[in-house]
């Protein structure tokens, strides 16, 4: 899937745009709301992934990425390891 088609699958989930909302109101959101909302920034975070892995791609690199919390990490792109450079193709993107 490509990151454009995540972003309409967001806005689907997600019609009303609470991921726009202010976080205090969003933390008084009904259950129903509270999923829509989830659902539509999954997607989104999903897409922005994506969006990630395809940059490295271009740029034959790899992308390192540290949890740091269970709702956030931090990303950057890196050198390939020897051992990962083999399992690439040998086209380019």
């Not at 129903?32 to 740029?59: F, I, M, P, T």
């Amino acid at each position: 899937m490509t990151p454009e088609y995540l972003d309409e699958l967001a806005n689907i989930a997600d019609p009303d745009k609470l991921w726009k909302i202010n976080v205090l109101k969003q933390m008084d959101l009904p259950p129903e709301k509270r999923r829509q909302l989830d659902a539509g920034v999954a997607l989104r975070r999903h897409a922005a992934y994506h969006r990630s892995l395809n940059v490295v791609l271009e740029q034959q690199r790899s992308l390192l990425i540290t949890p740091l919390s269970s709702n956030s990490t931090a990303q950057k792109a890196v050198d390939t390891p020897p051992e990962h450079e083999r399992l690439r193709p040998r086209h380019r993107y």
